[in-house]
């Protein structure tokens, strides 16, 4: 089963995407966790990436490209994953199509999560995250149990430098600009389903979960 979470900046699609991964036995694949880690590790890819992430910006599609390409073709892609935050851009899509075309195989579902903008920005400035295990947080609806620290490892956990208000807005920006068109570009090949995001979090899961036939 091959997935795609799509929506705009903070509409929860890391959190849900992880649930689906456990649910399903499929890995998830998020290009903002594989760029952060490689930032954190300072390797040449993260500071090339570094750069683009802390203004809002998308890291150009040859970069990300590159980096997303090798990773599907682990051993644990075999079955399918979910992938959140990519594709990002319509070239982005076409190559993935490409990819899969090269080995007779399709996307199933492009799932998007819908939230209006007003959440989105309040959501995004209580999100809290961890650096070490990457665990995610919201100091309003998910705090966790001792102030900055992860509950599951004990980790620093912070404000994402890009999840910062004159960041966010500049993301919102980018992904009306360069990342919605992939809404259209999903319900022409037929996969695309939308979730209101503002029935709250276990029941995107389980619409979530119901669409993919899991329940
Ligand atoms: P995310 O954690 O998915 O919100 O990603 C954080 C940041 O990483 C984004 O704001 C982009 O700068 C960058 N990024 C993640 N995925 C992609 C992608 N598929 N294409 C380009 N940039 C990306």
Same mark, same amino acid.
């Given at each position: 089963m091959k997935i795609v979470m799509l929506g705009a900046p903070g509409v929860g699609?890391?959190?849900?995407a992880k649930r689906i991964s456990e649910k399903f036995g499929i890995p998830h694949i998020s290009t903002g966790d594989i760029f952060r880690a490689n930032i954190k590790e300072n390797t040449e890819l993260g500071k090339?990436?570094?750069? &683009?992430i802390d203004q809002g910006l998308l890291v150009p599609d040859e970069l990300t490209l590159e980096l997303v390409m090798d990773r599907f073709m682990? /051993? =644990?892609?075999?079955?399918? &994953?979910?992938l959140d935050g990519f594709p990002r851009t319509i070239p982005q899509a076409?190559? $993935? =199509?490409?990819? $899969?075309?090269?080995?007779? /195989? /399709? $996307? =199933?579902?492009?799932?998007?999560?819908?939230?209006?903008d007003e959440e989105i920005i309040s959501r995004m400035a209580g999100r809290r995250?961890?650096?070490?295990?990457?665990?995610t947080y919201n100091v309003d609806f998910r705090p966790t149990k001792k102030e900055g620290v992860c /509950?599951?490892?004990g980790g620093e956990v912070i404000l994402r430098e890009d999840d910062?208000?004159?960041?966010?807005?500049?993301? $919102? =920006?980018v992904y009306r600009e360069q990342t919605q068109p992939l809404i259209q570009f999903y319900e022409k090949a037929g996969i695309l389903h939308n979730i209101d995001g503002l029935i709250g979090m276990e029941k995107v899961t389980e619409k979530i979960a119901g669409i993919l036939g899991g329940e």
């Amino acid at each position: 089963m091959k997935i795609v979470m799509l929506g705009a900046p903070g509409v929860g699609k890391g959190t849900q995407a992880k649930r689906i991964s456990e649910k399903f036995g499929i890995p998830h694949i998020s290009t903002g966790d594989i760029f952060r880690a490689n930032i954190k590790e300072n390797t040449e890819l993260g500071k090339k990436a570094k750069t &683009y992430i802390d203004q809002g910006l998308l890291v150009p599609d040859e970069l990300t490209l590159e980096l997303v390409m090798d990773r599907f073709m682990q /051993d =644990d892609a075999e079955n399918g &994953y979910i992938l959140d935050g990519f594709p990002r851009t319509i070239p982005q899509a076409e190559a $993935l =199509d490409e990819a $899969l075309r090269n080995t007779e /195989d /399709d $996307l =199933d579902f492009a799932v998007n999560i819908v939230l209006p903008d007003e959440e989105i920005i309040s959501r995004m400035a209580g999100r809290r995250v961890c650096i070490t295990c990457g665990g995610t947080y919201n100091v309003d609806f998910r705090p966790t149990k001792k102030e900055g620290v992860c /509950d599951a490892c004990g980790g620093e956990v912070i404000l994402r430098e890009d999840d910062k208000p004159e960041t966010v807005k500049k993301r $919102l =920006d980018v992904y009306r600009e360069q990342t919605q068109p992939l809404i259209q570009f999903y319900e022409k090949a037929g996969i695309l389903h939308n979730i209101d995001g503002l029935i709250g979090m276990e029941k995107v899961t389980e619409k979530i979960a119901g669409i993919l036939g899991g329940e």
